[in-house]
């Protein structure tokens, strides 16, 4: 079984630029003048040290490099909800978001590799543009981030009754809860499905 996939020709990397606040320089003209100013001495005096601090756990240059923007543009959306003040330990914030970020990261990898093995179990060969993949991809990330938001005993129903195809009654007895139970926890999840549909 043969996985082929369409990539269109890829642009180099970014790599850190010399110049103070490259890329979010844009995103930045979006905020107060106020914010802007906090946000580029942030930036200024703790992209460098971020920048270090990814490399070391990546191992990769460019993708610490991409890390660390991220991470100044997730802290830039968390601040535009609440006023910018300095923070009194900016490394442990950035480390913060970066560490989440990292783990979507990871995640993504790991749910894209399941999904390339997947398709390679088809019997005839799969053929999708990057694009379709891509948007493949996302879906299923974001039905992972719905289905480990649910709680421990909503997913646990609802996997019981999508992917082994358990009835209400069998799920009750395999659980040891109540059928008004089961039918809350289906409803709950249910409904979390049609909310992502419809977004």
């Not at 200024?44 to 270090?52: I, M, Q």
């Not at 914030?93 to 783990?103: E, S």
């Not at 398709?119 to 694009?131: D, H, I, R, T």
Request: glycine share 6%; aromatic share 6%; with cysteine.
């Amino acid at each position: 079984m043969s996985i082929i996939l369409k990539q269109p020709s890829q642009p180099a990397p970014r790599v850190p630029s010399a110049q103070p606040f490259p890329c979010l320089e844009n995103a930045v003209s979006t905020v107060s003048p106020v914010h802007a100013v906090h946000l580029k001495t942030l930036y200024s005096e703790h992209h460098g040290w971020l920048y270090g601090w990814l490399r070391g756990k990546l191992g990769n240059r460019a993708e610490a490099a991409d890390l660390a923007q991220d991470t100044f543009l997730r802290l830039m959306g968390k601040r535009e909800v609440t006023p910018l003040a300095p923070l009194r330990e900016p490394r442990g914030y950035l480390a913060t978001i970066a560490r989440g970020l990292l783990i979507d990261r990871y995640r993504r990898q790991a749910l894209e590799q399941a999904y390339l093995e997947a398709l390679a179990q088809q019997a005839e060969p799969v053929s999708m543009c990057a694009e379709t993949h891509a948007i493949i991809i996302e879906t299923l990330l974001a039905i992972d981030r719905l289905l480990d938001g649910l709680g421990a005993r909503t997913r646990a129903i609802f996997l019981l009754a999508q992917i082994e195809e358990l009835s209400y009654v069998d799920i009750s007895r395999r659980l040891g809860v109540s059928l008004p139970t089961v039918k809350k926890h289906l409803v709950r999840a249910y409904t979390e499905c049609l909310m992502l549909a419809a977004a």
